[in-house]
């Protein structure tokens, strides 16, 4: 366990649950929480390593004052960024959340130079993109949680359909983290039982349609975007880092010529382990499924170009 140094740069919602899941499974040794406002990090810091008193393993949590107290971590997780405002452009968006992104990267690269990057903060393959542009590190040291997250909220909606197999559910989406996303129920299982055997076409268009809505179902509710799935998806990537576990898991990740594509953040299957990313599978696409990863694709592309042309990486 000594060594197993996970920083979260971000204390909100996602990244506190993050730790929390982490604390509560005993997945590492220590875990440091960072925020712009210090007291809210330090104030759930103790407050989720009060609760380690009744966790298997004895998770010591921090906060962290100033960026160089997150030094010599193995994973780095970055939840930092703001929301979209009323009146505020996708444009401004893009921009406000990449200049965060760069003094943030500038931390880790400083501070911990050997930790692999996952990227939680929104848009997310945009700024998986950021952190590869300002490091130039290898790809595999980087990525962003996606197919996790969205994987989850999938087989959540497989459940509700066919009634059983919980816990059971392997179900793949690819794409991008957003309205483009690609849940993809014809290589996903309910106890390995492929899912085409088990409902109809029409019902897989609809848990289609409902996992791409997921978010915005729970936003609808609560009135702020969801932070235990979310959570507990980035745990369970740290986990497979930590314990190069080498699970199948999407992730955005850089290609360099799988799929057709170079130079583009998209999430893909991978395999986890303790390089991050230890190998890309390339998937066989039929042509629909080929469009569609294309309009993923490009939407991503757009939201490069514009930080592109703000001269964002000049």
């Known amino acids: 366990m000594v060594g197993r140094k996970v920083g979260i740069i971000g204390a909100g919602f996602v990244g506190a649950t993050a730790a929390y899941s982490l604390a509560m499974l005993g997945t590492c040794h220590e875990v440091i929480l960072y925020d712009i406002s210090p007291g809210i990090a330090l104030g759930k810091a103790i407050d989720i390593g009060q609760s380690t008193n009744y966790s298997p393993k004895g998770t010591i949590v921090t906060a962290a004052e100033e960026p160089s107290d997150i030094k010599d971590c193995d994973v780095v997780v970055i939840t930092a960024g703001v929301p979209r405002k009323p009146g505020m452009t996708r444009e401004d968006l893009l921009m406000i959340n990449a200049k965060i992104m760069k003094e943030v990267v500038e931390n880790i690269q400083k501070y911990s130079p050997d930790a692999i990057v996952l990227c939680v903060s929104n848009p997310l393959d945009v700024m998986t993109y950021v952190i590869h542009q300002m490091t130039g ?95 507990r998806a980035i745990s369970v990537m740290v986990e497979a880092i930590l314990d190069d576990s080498k699970i199948v898991m999407s992730s955005s990740v850089l290609l360099e010529g799988e799929y057709g594509y170079k130079d583009v953040t998209v999430g893909v299957p991978v395999v986890l382990g303790a390089k991050g990313v230890e190998e890309i599978i390339e998937l066989e696409l039929d042509e629909e499924m080929q469009a569609k990863f294309a309009a993923s694709v490009d939407s991503i592309r757009e939201g490069i170009s514009v930080l592109k042309q703000n001269n964002f990486f000049a």
């Open 137 to 231: 590190w290898p790809r595999n040291r980087i990525l962003g949680m996606a197919g996790a997250l969205d994987g989850a909220r999938m087989a959540y909606q497989i459940h509700k359909s066919v009634g059983f197999g919980s816990g059971q559910i392997k179900a793949m989406v690819i794409g991008d983290h957003g309205q483009n996303m690609i849940p993809y129920p014809e290589i996903s299982v309910v106890g390995g039982v492929p899912l085409g055997q088990l409902i109809s076409k029409q019902e897989m268009e609809n848990i289609i349609a409902r996992t791409k809505e997921g978010g915005a179902e729970i936003v609808k509710h609560l009135g702020t975007s969801a932070y235990f799935a979310p959570g």
